[in-house]
């Protein structure tokens, strides 16, 4: 298939570089929902040849995801590995974003005649993605709003107790500190190490810490200050044996791991889209199993709160951008191509090549675990003697690579986050660790 003219990539491909992206919007007219289409129809079928020659290619890096790399459209130059604070949108998801939202500027009615059906076909979508029922998927915009649901929606009073980890974001933190001012009930932290030692360290912790008052564990699954992958389905077994329910903080999780809702058992799972999966900013999944709904109350309230029987009357929202929603459909069409299993394959890799090469620096502590059950794509580190600030400006400056810093002196957790996603090379990495190794040597 051949793209609009004037929107092949300056390699070639079917991808349209960002001279001409801004070129076509900025220009006479803006890209029409035929030429939108067509270039999507260009990236699937260019993804679906790479499959083909490449069916089972093993190899860290190489011309299957060289081409992958080539459907973002980042800056000239930009490197980026902070996409667990916001990840880029591949083009075909940008393209369908900007097609749903044309929708208001030349059929307003359609807004609420047709969006809203589209949005609709995302749910059995999004549910299969993760292995759910689209009965248990709750469309929500955020991770932070999905821990807010769970936290105000359970019955809990005073003398119930919440059981949480000692790397909380503060989305899962404050709902239930809030819940516990108002009403009465009491959270209890379980310290983790950094990183833990084995599966085990983290559930006897847990189980420890569990007294007959225990109602909820509340849990990040994808840690963001130590980058761990929590053990979920071990600690929901744990959970459910004593008729505790768990909910997880997965914000990261979604687009990183091959989910699978029915193997981890979670009761309540909350993920951002728009960090691993590449979704646009405003859309985010609350998983509600089948077993527990009766169990939660919804805090918005509009028409069907009281009568859908599903996970639906949690998110009755009224008015919404459905588009967003939509382009989180073209999201998972673009990653179920590429494979989930290849997908975490090669995050996984490209951390494990990071966290071993950061071993051999001096002055490095790793805050992940080398586990790969314990461990994804994000890589959380400190170097002695080196500001966390200086290493993330370091990188910007000599080579456009963007990390963040993380933690706190206080909590022993200070250091930077490096996230390796498949538009990630290993050259890019080891741009990483030279300039971590510069700044080591010169401490």
Not at 5 to 15: T, V
Not at 75 to 82: K, P, R, T
């Given at each position: 298939?051949?793209?609009p003219?004037?929107?092949?990539?300056?390699?070639?491909?079917?991808?349209f570089?960002?001279?001409?992206f801004?070129?076509?919007?900025?220009?006479?007219?803006?890209?029409s929902?035929?030429?939108?289409?067509?270039?999507?129809a260009?990236?699937?079928?260019?993804?679906?040849?790479?499959?083909?020659?490449y069916?089972?290619?093993?190899?860290?890096?190489?011309?299957?995801?060289?081409?992958?790399?080539?459907?973002?459209?980042f800056?000239?130059?930009?490197?980026?590995?902070?996409n667990?604070?916001?990840g880029?949108?591949p083009e075909?998801?940008f393209?369908?974003?900007?097609d749903?939202?044309?929708?208001?500027?030349?059929?307003?009615?359609d807004?609420?005649?047709?969006?809203p059906?589209?949005?609709?076909?995302?749910r059995?979508?999004?549910?299969?993605?993760?292995n759910?029922?689209?009965?248990?998927?709750?469309?929500?915009?955020?991770?932070?709003?999905g821990?807010?649901?769970?936290a105000?929606g359970?019955?809990?009073?005073?003398?119930?107790?919440?059981?949480?980890?000692s790397?909380e974001h503060?989305?899962g933190?404050h709902?239930?500190?809030?819940?516990?001012?108002?009403?009465?009930?009491?959270?209890?932290?379980?310290?983790?190490?950094?990183?833990?030692?084995?599966v085990?360290e983290?559930?006897?912790?847990f189980?420890r810490?569990?007294?007959?008052?225990?109602?909820?564990?509340s849990?990040?699954?994808t840690?963001?200050?130590?980058?761990?992958?929590?053990?979920?389905?071990?600690?929901?077994?744990i959970?459910h044996q004593?008729?505790?329910v768990?909910?997880?903080?997965?914000?990261?999780g979604?687009?990183?791991?091959n989910?699978d809702?029915?193997?981890?058992?979670?009761?309540?799972?909350?993920?951002?889209?728009?960090?691993?999966?590449?979704?646009?900013?405003?859309c985010?999944?609350l998983y509600?199993?089948?077993?527990?709904?009766?169990?939660?109350w919804?805090?918005?309230?509009?028409?069907?709160?009281?009568?859908?029987e599903t996970?639906?009357?949690?998110?009755?929202?009224?008015?919404?951008?459905?588009?967003?929603?939509?382009?989180?459909?073209?999201?998972?069409?673009?990653q179920?191509l590429?494979?989930?299993?290849?997908?975490?394959r090669?995050?996984?890799t490209?951390?494990?090549?990071?966290?071993?090469?950061?071993?051999?620096?001096?002055?490095?502590?790793?805050?992940t675990?080398?586990?790969?059950?314990?461990?994804?794509?994000?890589t959380?580190?400190?170097?002695?003697?080196?500001?966390?600030?200086?290493?993330v400006?370091?990188?910007?400056?000599?080579?456009?690579i963007?990390?963040?810093?993380?933690?706190?002196e206080?909590?022993?957790?200070?250091?930077?986050?490096?996230?390796?996603?498949?538009?990630?090379?290993?050259e890019?990495?080891?741009?990483?660790?030279?300039g971590?190794?510069?700044?080591a040597?010169h401490?």
């Open positions: 298939m051949i793209a003219e004037g929107l092949l990539s300056e390699n070639g491909s079917h991808g570089s960002r001279r001409a801004v070129k076509a919007l900025v220009g006479s007219s803006a890209l929902v035929v030429a939108f289409n067509r270039l999507n260009a990236v699937y079928e260019s993804l679906a040849s790479l499959n083909k020659q069916p089972q290619d093993p190899s860290p890096d190489g011309a299957y995801w060289d081409a992958v790399r080539q459907h973002y459209i800056e000239d130059g930009l490197i980026m590995m902070n667990g604070t916001v880029p949108m075909p998801v393209n369908t974003l900007v749903a939202f044309k929708v208001q500027c030349t059929s307003p009615c807004v609420y005649g047709v969006l059906g589209r949005r609709e076909e995302v059995p979508k999004l549910a299969a993605f993760i759910a029922s689209p009965d248990e998927v709750v469309l929500t915009r955020n991770t932070t709003e821990m807010n649901f769970v105000n359970l019955d809990l009073g005073p003398g119930d107790e919440v059981v949480m980890s790397m503060p989305a933190i709902p239930w500190r809030l819940k516990a001012k108002r009403y009465g009930i009491t959270v209890t932290d379980v310290p983790i190490g950094l990183p833990p030692q084995s085990e983290i559930t006897d912790a189980e810490a569990i007294t007959p008052r225990t109602k909820v564990i849990i990040s699954h840690v963001y200050i130590s980058g761990l992958i929590a053990p979920i389905k071990e600690l929901s077994e959970a004593r008729g505790i768990l909910l997880a903080d997965s914000a990261h979604i687009g990183m791991l989910l809702m029915k193997e981890l058992g979670a009761d309540f799972f909350t993920s951002s889209p728009y960090k691993w999966l590449g979704a646009p900013v405003g985010g999944l509600v199993s089948e077993e527990v709904q009766d169990r939660l919804p805090t918005i309230a509009s028409s069907g709160w009281d009568t859908d996970a639906r009357r949690f998110e009755t929202l009224g008015q919404r951008a459905d588009p967003i929603v939509i382009a989180l459909g073209e999201a998972i069409d673009f179920n590429i494979g989930k299993e290849r997908i975490e090669r995050i996984q490209l951390a494990s090549h990071l966290k071993t090469e950061l071993d051999g620096i001096r002055g490095v502590h790793l805050h675990s080398h586990d790969p059950y314990l461990s994804g794509g994000l959380a580190f400190s170097v002695d003697g080196v500001q966390p600030e200086r290493i400006d370091y990188l910007r400056e000599k080579y456009n963007v990390i963040r810093t993380i933690g706190s206080e909590a022993g957790t200070r250091g930077v986050r490096v996230s390796t996603h498949i538009f990630v090379s290993l890019h990495v080891d741009m990483v660790l030279e971590v190794k510069y700044l040597d401490a």
